[in-house]
């Protein structure tokens, strides 16, 4: 298996939460879901991985280069990532904002699109179904609709490695699976690699070749969804009882118990 990303004993500690020796490798040409609880680390996993947090020890690794020594277009032109919809972006027309996914790839004297960089856009737009909102400023769409402008903005990029943080956010079910599909497509197509992070399980399990989990900043699991989404597993990351059921490659999670002890809390004060 060749590998797009590898950290080696990465370790991030900012005060509040401590992301431990996390020892980890990204398979080149799969889509890999990252999962965990809220506030388990993946978004700052992401952002290790991408430079824009800095660790306080050991190596990220992208297409076997330490990022250490990578200059930001280089890595750029390696990579594209999008956050999570909670950073704002610039007021400006949806086909404005998309083309600064081809800034990397600019030069300082550069002014204005190129013709190739025209057609990328065009292209970034028209798989994410966006095309229609090309006029518009950005921040007139509804969330999903941004959503899609988002993900356009990662893929005009062109890189061969797409880090996506909850790309699912605000999209309705026939969107998510769109956008799932779509992702898919890329990846098989075009040999993507793809990363995201999903709170969505089942859809996690179905769309991606490889799982990470993490858990209070570790990992808590790795490998091929139907090896690491079991009922053990639910119960030690989630604290959940639940059965899940693989039918036809889909695999369906369905509760036993649930715990409200912080509801059982509230009515005792
Ligand atoms: N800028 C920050 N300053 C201090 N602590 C932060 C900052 N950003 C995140 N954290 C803390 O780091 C921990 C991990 O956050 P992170 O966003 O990586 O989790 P996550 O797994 O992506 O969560 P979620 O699923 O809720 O998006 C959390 O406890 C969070 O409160």
């Known amino acids: 298996m060749t590998t797009a990303i590898e950290t080696e004993h990465l370790t991030f500690r900012n005060g509040y939460f401590t992301l431990r020796d996390l020892n980890l490798t990204i398979p080149k040409g799969k889509v890999t879901a990252i999962v965990g609880p809220n506030g388990s680390g993946k978004s700052t996993l992401l952002h290790l991985i991408t430079k824009l947090l800095k660790q306080t020890s050991g190596d990220v690794r992208v297409e076997n280069m330490s990022t250490a020594k990578l200059a930001t277009k280089s890595l750029a032109k390696r990579l594209a990532m999008m956050p ?6 610039p007021s400006m027309t949806v086909k404005e904002l998309v083309s600064f996914g081809r800034a990397p790839y600019q030069k300082w004297y550069q002014t204005g699109a190129s013709n190739g960089d025209r057609d990328i856009v065009d292209w970034a737009l028209q798989v994410t179904n966006t095309k229609k909102h090309a ?19 990662a893929l005009a990029q062109q890189s061969p490695i797409l880090l996506l943080d909850e ?10 699976l769109e956008m799932m599909d779509m992702l898919k497509s890329m990846n098989k197509r075009f040999g993507l690699t793809i990363v995201m992070v999903l709170h969505e399980l089942q859809q996690a399990a179905a769309y991606c070749d490889h799982l990470v989990a993490l858990k209070e900043g570790h990992i808590a699991a790795t490998g091929q969804p139907q090896q690491v989404l079991t009922a053990r ?8 009882d639940a059965k899940v059921v693989f039918s036809e490659g889909y695999p369906l999670i369905i509760p036993l118990t649930q715990s409200y ?6 009515k005792t004060i």
Not at 136 to 150: A, P, Y
Not at 261 to 266: D, K, N, P, T
């Open 135 to 153: 006029n518009r400023m950005f921040d007139t769409l509804s969330g999903g609709e941004q959503q899609k402008v988002r993900i356009a903005l």
């Open 261 to 266: 002890c912080h509801l059982e809390a509230v």
């Open 84 to 89: 999570q919809c909670k950073q704002s972006l």
């Open 167 to 176: 790309p699912t956010t605000y999209l309705d079910i026939a969107h998510q």
């Open 233 to 240: 597993f639910l119960k030690e990351v989630y604290h959940i």
